[in-house]
């Protein structure tokens, strides 16, 4: 490159601000696809260099470049040739994985806007390569002027790039995207404030401003005398950007909202989970602490330990219970499967060491009945087989008449303990004459 010392053409922001409204009017507003490379033709090359307003910050390697060093391709500086080239061809081809195996990382955002700008783009042409020192002496800002071949086009449209470079653990080149035009202006992922510094004055320096201004010319001038190209810029390409924006907007949309609804249940089954699990505790807990209690009236089963409370069902004098708590005048009692709440008052201890001592002292054997144990008694009518010597007791089952029910024992209350089918309930005795 020639001299700094020579006059460089100035850059006018107004008139290149002009050129690219009518494209650029959409394409700032969604700064998050689209980088300041993409305001023209370029479209990621032309202003992927920064041409714009910046704020400027002190240059924190004072010295570390004067001027552009031109690359010299036939000998030291083939490594860098081969690396620019091999991304541009994986660029157009839409070679994504060439490409991030020497240009990495690139953002899921970035790579779908290299595949959108791929279905237009046929070729890149490298012009001219520029290079400077970068944060250190194995890194280097370079400059690639390019020329664009765009599908259905003749002419080759002027490009700028810009590519930050460092040197791996293996001393390879390879091109550290987080600095590329894309991830600059949307910012994506996080960058080393040192190197962005240095970049924001690199963009400053004379020489980087008149190759700037340079492309740009050779830009107008296209724009001018190509109706084809002038199309393209101000409504091919950008309806076609507007396009893209708003599919990959839906997907991202679509991506974020299937995640967080998938977040959402996985939250809602671990939810559930312990709630099940905290459910199951506390059951055994009641259940090991539960006891058993009869009720000694016929009484409501309430949904809840309140006066006044919806019932549920009854339960007959003498049947059993499961009992949980107690809660003031109600108790909580295994019901239906569930639980429901009767009143302490219709309810006293059951256990069958009890109930047995309760019978033996409470009843007596009728030893005066023409009934004795064993008797096998063929029944005249449909009778109640209860669960106790009581007619309001729970029923075991209903006996019909001319079935049989085998006597265990006749007591003198007027009652006779049968078997029938298998199950032992009370008959009252007259119904077995």
């Not at 053409?9 to 009518?22: A, N, R, V, Y």
């Not at 991202?252 to 299937?258: D, S």
């Not at 109640?384 to 209903?398: D, F, G, I, L, P």
């Not at 001319?402 to 006597?407: A, C, D, I, K, L």
Request: net charge negative.
């Amino acid at each position: 490159m020639e001299d700094n010392k020579k006059a460089k053409p100035s850059f006018d922001m107004d008139k290149f601000k002009e050129l690219c409204s009518k494209v650029g009017t959409f394409i700032m507003k969604e700064k998050r696809y689209f980088g300041a490379g993409i305001v023209c033709i370029a479209m990621l090359l032309l202003l992927a260099f920064g041409i714009g307003d910046k704020a400027s910050e002190a240059d924190p390697m004072s010295g570390a470049y004067q001027e552009f060093k031109e690359v010299n391709v036939e000998n030291e500086d083939e490594e860098l040739l081969q690396l620019v080239s091999s991304y541009y061809e994986a660029y157009a081809n839409n070679d994504l994985t060439s490409l991030q195996s020497i240009a990495y990382p690139v953002s899921e955002a970035e790579q779908s806007y290299i595949s959108f700008m791929s279905n237009y783009i046929e070729s890149y042409n490298i012009t001219d390569i520029y290079t400077k020192r970068g944060a250190d002496k194995k890194s280097f800002l370079v400059s690639v002027k390019v020329s664009i071949k765009f599908a259905n086009l003749t002419s080759e449209a002027p490009g700028l790039d810009f590519f930050y470079v460092e040197t791996d653990d293996e001393g390879k080149l390879y091109i550290n995207n987080l600095y590329s035009a894309y991830n600059q202006e949307n910012s994506e992922q996080p960058m080393d404030s040192t190197i962005s510094a240095l970049i924001a004055e690199f963009e400053q320096q004379p020489d980087v401003l008149a190759l700037q201004a340079q492309v740009q010319n050779e830009f107008n001038k296209l724009v001018e005398s190509d109706p084809d190209f002038n199309a393209f810029v101000t409504s091919t390409l950008p309806t076609a950007a507007q396009q893209w924006a708003a599919e990959y907007n839906a997907q991202v949309a679509a991506a974020e909202q299937a995640a967080a609804e998938a977040k959402a249940a996985e939250e809602q089954a671990a939810a559930d989970a312990a709630a099940a699990e905290q459910a199951a505790a506390e059951q055994a807990e009641r259940e090991a602490n539960a006891t058993q209690v009869i009720t000694t009236a016929r009484i409501n089963v309430r949904d809840n330990h309140e006066d006044g409370a919806n019932v549920l069902g009854k339960v007959d004098e003498g049947t059993v219970l499961k009992k949980y708590n107690e809660y003031g005048t109600w108790a909580e009692v295994e019901y239906n499967g569930g639980v429901g709440y009767v009143s302490v008052e219709f309810i006293k201890d059951y256990s069958e060491d009890a109930a047995s001592e309760e019978k033996t002292e409470d009843t007596k054997e009728d030893t005066s009945s023409s009934l004795s144990k064993g008797d096998v008694v063929t029944l005249s009518s449909t009778v109640n087989v209860r669960s106790s010597m009581s007619e309001t007791a729970s029923k075991v089952a209903v006996a019909y008449a001319g079935e049989q029910v085998t006597v265990v024992m006749p007591y003198a209350e007027g009652w006779t303990k049968v078997t029938y089918k298998g199950k032992e309930g009370y008959i009252k005795s007259e119904f077995l004459k």
